[in-house]
């Protein structure tokens, strides 16, 4: 025998008209917002976009557990990418006496003042490069600081949304100086002493994948992660 399936209207004094009265709320924020609808509803020949609010169910915003861990974990690979190496590179690789060389964000500014006299002589191209390189290195851990803070606020509903947008939103900054150094290794200059057995010829942008060391990869990886869950909320 098949068991009974409950009717609409059993379902309706279930859902709090008579079994459980008052425990579903109001939908509409007030009668103004009700009235709005309405008004958009009837200029509108009745269509809705399932963009709208009225639409929601189909547009709920969602961070699961896994998508929480994600994010912290981009953020943390921001941090932790100004104590890795951004710079690597091995002089002197054909001859037998090779030295590979290495240092981390702290040691970039370290070193500013060789760093900076290297590339004044390199010329504009050089010194742009080297200036964006070290606004990147601080941009880093900033953006993923703020990022873990919107993270773990304690607000709820799409107020926990909107923080994580406001603070996450800096990451923008940190993509447009990594498209700004990018498009001004583009056009490449001589090194001003030649390859001493290290760069090659030219400064330019396949000089990234030949000096750069994990940390300025972790720079770039903890970024996207930031930025794809953005694009979530």
């Known amino acids: 025998m098949a068991e009974k399936q409950p009717s609409t209207d059993d379902l309706i004094r279930y859902l709090g008209y008579e079994v459980h009265p008052g425990k579903i709320e109001e939908f509409w924020k007030s009668e103004e917002e009700k009235k709005q609808y309405l008004q958009r509803v009837k200029t509108g020949s009745g269509q809705l976009s399932a963009f709208d609010r009225e639409a929601a169910i189909l547009n ?24 890795l190496p951004i710079y690597s590179f091995t002089m002197n690789p054909e001859s037998g006496a090779t030295r590979h060389i290495s240092g981390s964000a702290i040691s970039y ?41 919107g993270l773990i606020n304690k607000r709820t509903g799409e107020s926990y949304f909107h923080v994580i947008r406001e603070y996450s939103r800096y990451a923008y900054i940190l993509l447009f100086l990594y498209i700004l150094l990018a498009l001004v290794l583009l056009f490449g200059t001589p090194h001003p002493f030649g390859s001493l057995g290290v760069f090659g010829e030219s400064f330019n942008l396949s000089a990234i994948f030949g000096l ?22």
């Open 60 to 83: 709920v915003k969602l961070m699961t557990g896994v998508d929480k861990i994600i994010g912290f974990i981009g953020s943390i690979l921001l941090i932790i990418s100004f104590f």
């Open 212 to 233: 750069t060391g994990i940390g300025f990869w972790f720079g770039i990886a903890g970024m996207a992660i930031v930025l794809a869950e953005r694009r979530g909320l």
């Open 109 to 149: 500014f370290i070193n500013m003042p060789l760093i900076g006299g290297y590339a004044a002589w390199g010329g504009g191209v050089m010194i742009w490069a080297a200036v964006i390189l070290g606004a990147i290195l601080i941009t880093c851990p900033i953006v993923g600081v703020l990022n873990i803070l």
